[in-house]
Structures are given as C-alpha cells and as structure tokens.
C-alpha cells in the first residue's frame, strides 16, 4: 500500500523574519523582513551586486515522520542564482519555485537564497518564503 499527500491537509510555516541580507561586496548583512517592498530603479551612488539572504528555522516539532516538507518562494526581482538548505544545493526554477525539502531537514537548519541583479534592477527577495507541511492521507491501491 502506499500513501498520498493530501494537499487539502497542509500547514504554512512564513518564515518573515528575521532574514539577513548581505550584498556580494559587503562583509557585513542587515536586518531584513521578507517579502521586501519592491525597488523599481537603483539611484547612481546605489550598488546593484548580487545578494545572499539567510534564515536559520527549526526542524518544525510537529513534524511526522510520513510528512513532506516543502520549501516555497513566491518570487524574486533578479536571477536565482541558488537556493541551499543546509549543505544541499537545490536545482533553481522559473517563480515560484518549490522544493521537496523533507530529507535534508536537521533540527536546526539554514536556508540561503543568492540573487544577482537582472536588467539594471537590484536583487530582492519580492514574495513570501514558506514551509509547507503536507500530511499524507491513508493508503492507497498500489
């Protein structure tokens, strides 16, 4: 027998906040809350460089072992140029973008989001980041 995810039977985890931010030059990161309001034109003295964003999250308590784990980013402004959990590097997508993340989960973990500019615009995480938690339902016919 096997088991189907239910996607009626999921829970939303936003992860807002806090995110760091550090630019490509920049040793230093700010403090920032995600979706950031959208920047339509860089000013003169304004770097457009690519950027690295970080969020540390726990392993949701919840969590059953049948679960699946999902992460979701809605949208960016730039090119993607990679999504990490952990040590693991996921295969970047068009947005929205959605990953299987179940089996690299730790109790603590690290999620890095890196975004070059793309026409003259700066780097930005734009729509929400989520975990999403599906519950399977019960067994099937194989």
């Not at 030059?25 to 003295?45: C, G, H, L, M, Y």
């Not at 999504?83 to 996921?90: G, P, S, Y």
């Not at 989520?130 to 019960?138: A, D, T």
Request: proline share 10%; glycine share 2%; aromatic share 4%.
């Amino acid at each position: 027998m096997k088991h189907r995810p239910d996607p009626s039977a999921s829970h939303v985890i936003r992860l807002r906040r806090p995110w760091k931010k550090q630019l490509a030059s920049s040793s230093d990161s700010v403090r920032i809350d995600v979706p950031e309001p959208t920047i339509e034109q860089v000013n003169q003295s304004d770097s457009c460089e690519a950027a690295t964003y970080e969020r540390r999250f726990n392993r949701p308590r919840s969590l059953q072992v049948s679960d699946i784990v999902r992460v979701d980013v809605q949208a960016w402004q730039g090119q993607l140029i990679s999504v990490r959990i952990n040590d693991t590097e996921l295969v970047c997508s068009d947005p929205p973008a959605t990953w299987d993340v179940t089996s690299h989960l730790n109790d603590h973990n690290l999620i890095q989001i890196k975004i070059e500019p793309a026409s003259h615009l700066p780097p930005q995480l734009i729509g929400p980041v989520n975990l999403v938690i599906v519950s399977e339902i019960g067994p099937t016919d194989p």
